[in-house]
């Protein structure tokens, strides 16, 4: 049996907050080594980044409920 759709979100929510956390240690180390990369070209767009993974962990977690 596959599952439902409520285990499928949970499941996929949970991944989907533990890869934008594992993320988030390399886009710090980005922010005081300037490093261009995926549009990323200025200390404000990295400084945007940073400023919404924790919004994006948040929300991925959000997710899961139902």
Do not use: C, W
Not at 16 to 26: D, E, N, R, V
């Amino acid at each position: 049996m596959i599952g439902t759709p409520k285990q499928h979100r949970e499941t996929v929510g949970k991944f989907a907050a533990a890869f934008f956390a594992a993320l988030f240690p390399g886009n710090i180390a980005q922010y005081p080594r300037p490093r261009n990369g995926f549009g990323l070209d200025t200390d404000h767009t990295r400084l945007i980044r940073l400023a919404f993974q924790p919004l994006l962990i948040y929300r991925a977690l959000e997710s899961t409920q139902s």
